[in-house]
C-alpha cells in the first residue's frame, strides 16, 4: 500500500488553452478512500488518467509512496484501474479474465488459482468462475472486473465511473458493496464519479473540482455542514442548497420579511445559502408560493418561488430557479398556496457575491 501524490500536476490537451487539470496539488493518504466529483469536463476523469499513466503530465508531478511515477510507464506503477465499461474478454471464463493479468506477468498457475478463489470469496463469484461474461448480469460482470483488480494486489485502485451503466437500485447495492471491500482491504483508492450522492456515501474524503481546478477537498460532512464556495454549496446535497442574493442593510441581510445576521466585512449584499432542510414553518418571515410538491412517503419537499419578487437566485436565471424547502409529509401544502418560513437556527451559509468564496 502507499499514499499518492499530485504535486501542482497540469495537463493541457495540444489545440487547447485552459488546463483541463490546473496545477492539481492533493495528497491521498495510505489506504484512504478518495472520491474525485465533479460535472462533466471538470477534470476528475483527466486526474485520474494522469495517476494511471495514460495522460501526460504538462508540468508538476506525481508520486506513488516515495516514488515519483511522473515519466514512470502504466504497467510498473502498480496500480490496478476499473473502467466505465467492464472491459472484459468475452472468449474467457470468469477465472480466466480474473487472472489473465497475472499469467501475462509470469505468476506460476497455483499462485493464480490462489489468488482469483480468494478474490472470487470475497466478492461471491465463485459460482460464476466457470461462466463467460455474456451470462453474467451487470452487476455480476462489475464484480469480476473489481476481481481481475484484486487479484494483482496493486499499491493503488484507481476506478473510473464503474457504477455508471448499473440500474439505480443496483448503483446503490454495488456502492455499499464496494465501500465496505475497499475497508477490508484497505488498499489506497482513487474513485472518480460525477454522481455526488455517490462521492458522499462511499468516500472517506472528497475533492470537489470545476474547471480543472480543485475547489474543496474535505470529509463529506465538512463538505456539507461548511462549503468553501458557492460552487461546492450549489453542488454538494441533495436537493441542492438553496442560494440567493439578498442586499445588506444595518448589518443584516434582507430576504422578503427575514433579516440574517451578518458581518460587518459583508459589504452591500451577501449570496445566502440554506438547504432545504434549514427551513421551517413560521407566522412571519419569507414568503413562498408553491409550484410543485413531491410527496416521497418520509419526506415532502415543496418547490416554489419567492412571493417578494425582489428576491433573486444567485445561481440560475429566474426562469428555471425554484426554492426547494422540505416539508413535513404529514401536512404538505398545496400548489398555488403561499407559505411562510423563516430559517432554523445555524443554518445559514453567507457567501461573497464578488468571488464566491465562503464568510465565516
Known amino acids: 500500500m502507499a499514499s499518492v501524490v499530485f504535486k501542482d500536476a497540469s495537463r493541457i490537451y495540444p489545440g487547447t488553452h485552459a488546463p483541463a487539470v490546473d496545477k492539481l496539488s492533493l495528497t491521498v493518504n495510505d489506504g484512504e478512500f478518495l472520491v474525485l466529483v465533479g460535472p462533466s469536463g471538470c477534470g476528475k476523469s483527466t486526474s485520474l488518467r494522469m495517476l494511471a499513466g495514460l ?41 480466466e479474465n480474473m487472472g489473465f493479468a497475472l499469467k501475462i506477468a509470469g505468476v506460476a498457475k497455483e499462485e493464480r488459482r490462489r489468488r482469483v478463489l480468494d478474490a472470487a470469496k470475497l466478492l461471491d463469484l465463485e459460482p460464476y468462475l466457470d461462466r463467460k461474461p455474456k451470462a453474467l448480469s451487470g452487476g455480476q460482470r462489475q464484480r469480476v472486473a473489481m476481481g481481475r483488480a484484486i487479484v494483482r494486489e496493486p499499491k493503488v485502485f484507481l ?16 456502492r455499499t458493496q464496494i465501500a465496505a471491500l475497499q475497508r477490508r482491504l484497505g488498499i489506497t483508492t482513487v474513485y472518480v464519479t460525477h454522481d ?131 416539508w413535513d409529509p404529514m401536512s404538505p401544502p398545496r400548489p398555488g398556496q403561499t407559505v411562510s418560513v423563516t430559517a432554523k437556527g445555524g443554518v445559514v451559509h453567507l457567501f461573497s457575491t464578488t468571488d464566491g468564496k465562503r464568510i465565516d
Open 55 to 95: 495522460e501526460e503530465i504538462d508540468t508538476g508531478a506525481i508520486y506513488i509512496g516515495d516514488r515519483e511515477v511522473t515519466n514512470v510507464a502504466p504497467k510498473d506503477r502498480d496500480i490496478a484501474m476499473v473502467f466505465q465499461s467492464y472491459a472484459l474478454y468475452p472468449h474467457m471464463s470468469v477465472a
Open 159 to 174: 476506478m473510473d465511473e464503474p457504477l455508471s451503466n448499473l440500474d439505480a437500485k443496483l448503483r446503490v447495492a454495488t
Open 196 to 326: 455526488q450522492v455517490e462521492a458522499m456515501t462511499m468516500g472517506d474524503r472528497v475533492a470537489v473540482l470545476k474547471d480543472g481546478l480543485l475547489q474543496q477537498v474535505d470529509t463529506p460532512r465538512n463538505l456539507y455542514d461548511k462549503p468553501a464556495n458557492i460552487f461546492v454549496a450549489g453542488f454538494i446535497g441533495s436537493p441542492a442548497m438553496n442560494l440567493l442574493t439578498a442586499p445588506v442593510s444595518g448589518g443584516k441581510a434582507k430576504l422578503g420579511g427575514l433579516d440574517i445576521d451578518v458581518p460587518s466585512s459583508a459589504g452591500s449584499s451577501v449570496t445566502v445559502g440554506i438547504r432545504p432542510e434549514g427551513f421551517s414553518a413560521s407566522s412571519v418571515g419569507f414568503d413562498v408560493v408553491v409550484e410543485v410538491v413531491e410527496e416521497l412517503g418520509a419526506d415532502a419537499f415543496v418547490y416554489g418561488r419567492p412571493a417578494d419578487s425582489n428576491v433573486k437566485f444567485a445561481n440560475a436565471s429566474a426562469e428555471v430557479a425554484q426554492l426547494i424547502l422540505r
